[in-house]
């Protein structure tokens, strides 16, 4: 019996130690998920010290994506709880270490969805750290020491500088922080698949959170935007907000009768289970469909519609660091700026629960600064 009693002891003792409110050194305070319900609740953690090539944030901002709500149940079945989402987070720098060069205390700075990555692979050598094999996602991955990382629904971050970027002081830190996902996730394939160069005509699938950063990048750009959507309701808000140029119903056949064989890309943005072989049809030759939504079903390619016309289906994911930073200054640059809707952290469930719905116009993104309050 003593020596159970003292196993039992020694049990704790390493659970203590562990847990996420004493494995490091400095307190955190934000909103986790325990288990598949994703309800949020307030939630005291704890934060490395700050390394010698780390940078210390005061968060200010967060926004929630869609991912965020997947994570948070499981979906994807790699979630590991507790769980504090956020990976669109803006900032604040509170403490640099002493190997630091870029950044210094009171830089406005951003997070997007990476934490760090292994700098030595073939993809991290070519500023694609987004396709490391050993890439640490921002929340619910492992950090090098065998933790797990934690998101920005909370008051700090500490992250390795090479993870983080530069805020221009003309961009406000509520509307960059959807860019570091949202805006990375679109500006990327529109510059790697040479759908950037003035003039081209591309399509845009889904206008949701992704569909309208889309919209807006591609017109920066220069380029022709014709939106594709099956609500008809956001056809007058595409065009005359968002500067779209034209507008289609996908399940009217005579809508895309008559823009088949015109697009010289389409950026499809749509999670939801949906057919490719229609959107390849309004590919020009040589014309390429990019996926960046992520249907649960596999989803069919037929050859054929590829073979007549040497079209390409490709997808791309997020973007590297220096990309990172370049869509930044760019968005800077032209005013290119997500609708958001900020909330207060309170609210974060019932905005869970309307992002489920696609409640929201186009992007939420959570006050930290001014709403997280500290538990008692």
Known sequence: MERFHSLSTLSSAIEMASSPETEHPNKAFGWAARDISGILFPFNFSRRATGEKDVAIKVMYCGICHSDLHMLKNEWSCSIYPIVPGHEVAGVVTEVGSKVKKFKVGDRVGVGGMAGSCKSCQNCSEDLENYCPKMIFTYSGKHVDGTITYGGYSDSMVVDEHFVV?????????A????????ITVYSPLKYYGLDKPGLHIAVVGLGGIGHMAVKFAKALGLKVTVISTSPSKEREAIEHMGAD??????????????MGTFDGI????????????????????????????????????????????????????GGMKETQEMIDFAAKHDVKPDIEVIEMDYVNTAMERLLKSDVKYRFVIDIGNTLKPSS
């Open 267 to 318: 950026i499809d943005t749509v999670s939801a289970n949906h057919s490719l072989v229609p959107l390849i049809g309004l590919l020009k030759t040589n014309g390429k469909l990019v996926m960046i939504g992520s249907p649960e079903k596999p989803l069919e390619v037929p050859a054929f519609a590829l073979l007549t016309g040497r079209k390409l289906v490709g997808g791309s994911a997020i």
């Open 176 to 183: 960059a922080a959807p860019l570091l996902c949202a805006g």
């Open 246 to 259: 034209s507008f289609v119903v996908s399940h009217k056949q005579d809508e895309m009768m008559a823009v």
């Open 166 to 174: 530069r805020i221009p002081d003309n961009l406000p830190l509520d």
